[in-house]
């Protein structure tokens, strides 16, 4: 661990630290909820302890796309704080979870007080910034059918269910596509044999086929 590291690692713990310490407001959200609104002002940041929420982008053409994203102990608005900036994305809370509220104020004395903070700030901002990059150019530059392959093979790895389609139009967003669109490769991969159903779910019919086509993605179109 470098001395940047070390130092943005004791802001953490400073932020952490306070937003326990200090008798800050909790609030609970429900599934599909939002935390923040795209175009909307902040008017406090969020201190996440434990959750999932998903990010969403509407285009003005009606098009959506989404970021799933599973999250410890982190901030919610710091980018739109930071910019003075209507949020870009939409938050939304996937499950029930209890956010506490950081007021403006209470975040201005932090950061001016403790340069460690400004320094885990700005790891957390690039650190989010690279694999939002990353996931978003593949997800452009590859077909869909490979990007649907990689996803399904990611959860696997993560023992969760392949496809939920009790929100099948929140999957379809986190590829750019409709959900009719989703749902075709869906099925191009049954006949393609895959995946298969079985019982009320979906699962890997040859985990070795998946990593084969990860490695050439030519082998699927």
């Not at 790895?157 to 959900?179: H, I, T």
């Amino acid at each position: 661990m470098n001395i940047i590291q070390q130092f943005a690692q004791r802001g953490h713990q400073i932020l952490r630290d306070a937003v326990y310490a200090a008798p800050l407001k909790s609030k609970e959200i429900g599934p599909d909820e939002f935390i923040l609104r795209q175009g909307e002002e902040i008017k406090a940041l969020y201190w996440i302890t434990l959750g999932e929420y998903t990010m969403h982008y509407n285009a003005e053409n009606g098009k959506a796309f989404s970021l799933q994203r599973f999250v410890s102990d982190t901030i919610i608005g710091e980018i739109e704080y930071l910019t003075h900036t209507p949020s870009q994305f939409s938050v939304v809370a996937h499950d029930t979870m209890t956010v506490k509220v950081i007021p403006l104020a209470m975040m201005d004395t932090i950061l001016t007080s403790h340069a460690e903070v400004g320094v885990w700030l700005s790891q957390l901002l690039s650190t989010s910034y690279q694999r939002g990059m990353a996931r978003t150019m593949e997800r452009f530059l590859q077909p869909l059918v490979f990007n649907i392959v990689a996803d399904l093979y990611e959860r696997h790895q993560q023992s969760k269910p392949l496809v939920d389609f009790s929100q099948v139009s929140r999957e379809a967003e986190r590829f750019g596509c409709s959900e009719r669109t989703y749902r075709r490769v869906i099925n191009q991969l049954i006949e393609e044999q895959y995946i298969q159903k079985v019982a009320h779910e979906y699962v890997i019919c040859d985990i070795e086929k998946f990593r084969q086509v990860l490695t050439n993605p030519g082998r699927i179109s």
